[in-house]
């Protein structure tokens, strides 16, 4: 820990700094959390939190959690995937507040660990969902769907009547993921006050997959 320690700091090449940094992290010791602490404020701080989210202290949760309001995409997203390492209570809660990142790699990275957190997850997402940009609200309705999480199903049909078409597109894709007898119906209702025919194409598609499921 000690040599890659002052690899990390004081190498001449990030790269082998990088690689130092990342070794420190999956080496899983204890004793590399003070060298990951240090390098929190420095350049590669967005491996020095992946390394704490590895090495799995949960006193670092606070240090970690304030890099999820970084300028930097690469930082918030590995900060944020560091608290699921971590165990922090209010992990879902900040991935959840992420899916509405202004950088889509982010927006992508904390939705696969929402989604394995089940109900809990969709949960998390339900409580910061009004305040989600539109492409948030896209990931958003696919994880309601995904997971069948039942209190967004009335909001689910409000989004396919009411919403800009990328949002509509992706309750038609919620709802067709929710099954034959809550899908069809609601589906069918929507045909006709959708006016994108991307949005038609999808309904009907969807239509199409849940008829030939219960059949």
Same mark, same amino acid.
């Given at each position: 820990?000690?040599?890659?320690?002052?690899?990390?700091?004081?190498?001449?090449?990030?790269?082998?700094?990088? !690689? #130092?940094?990342?070794? &420190? @992290?999956?080496? +899983?010791?204890?004793?590399?959390? =003070?060298?990951? *602490?240090? /390098? %929190?404020?420095?350049?590669?701080?967005? !491996? #020095?939190?992946?390394? &704490? @989210?590895?090495? +799995?202290?949960?006193?670092?949760? =606070?240090?970690? *959690?304030? /890099? %999820?309001?970084?300028?930097?995409?690469?930082?918030?997203?590995?900060?944020?995937?560091?608290?699921?390492?971590?165990?922090?209570?209010?992990?879902?809660?900040? /991935?959840?507040?992420?899916?509405?990142?202004?950088?889509?790699?982010?927006?992508?990275?904390?939705?696969?660990?929402?989604?394995?957190?089940?109900?809990?997850?969709?949960?998390?997402?339900?409580?910061?969902?009004?305040?989600?940009?539109?492409?948030?609200?896209?990931?958003?309705?696919?994880?309601?769907?995904?997971?069948?999480?039942?209190?967004?199903?009335?909001?689910?049909?409000?989004?396919?009547?009411?919403?800009?078409?990328?949002?509509?597109?992706?309750?038609?894709?919620?709802?067709?993921?929710?099954?034959?007898?809550?899908?069809?119906?609601?589906?069918?209702?929507?045909?006709?006050?959708?006016?994108?025919?991307?949005?038609?194409?999808?309904?009907?598609?969807?239509?199409?997959?849940?008829?030939?499921?219960?059949?």
């Amino acid at each position: 820990v000690g040599e890659l320690a002052g690899i990390a700091e004081r190498h001449t090449k990030l790269d082998a700094k990088r !690689l #130092a940094i990342r070794s &420190l @992290g999956r080496s +899983g010791k204890p004793d590399a959390r =003070v060298p990951l *602490r240090l /390098l %929190l404020t420095s350049e590669n701080r967005d !491996l #020095a939190a992946e390394g &704490l @989210g590895l090495v +799995g202290d949960a006193t670092d949760i =606070v240090r970690v *959690r304030a /890099l %999820l309001r970084d300028d930097r995409p690469e930082v918030r997203r590995r900060a944020a995937l560091a608290l699921v390492g971590l165990h922090d209570e209010r992990a879902l809660d900040a /991935l959840a507040e992420l899916l509405g990142d202004p950088n889509h790699a982010v927006r992508f990275a904390v939705y696969r660990p929402l989604l394995q957190a089940g109900q809990p997850g969709a949960a998390a997402v339900w409580r910061v969902y009004p305040g989600l940009p539109a492409p948030g609200r896209q990931l958003a309705l696919r994880l309601f769907g995904d997971l069948r999480y039942q209190p967004a199903r009335d909001m689910l049909e409000k989004s396919v009547a009411e919403g800009p078409w990328p949002v509509q597109l992706s309750a038609v894709r919620a709802i067709g993921a929710w099954g034959k007898a809550e899908g069809i119906d609601v589906l069918k209702k929507a045909a006709r006050h959708v006016s994108s025919p991307i949005v038609q194409a999808a309904i009907r598609d969807a239509l199409a997959q849940l008829q030939k499921a219960g059949e």
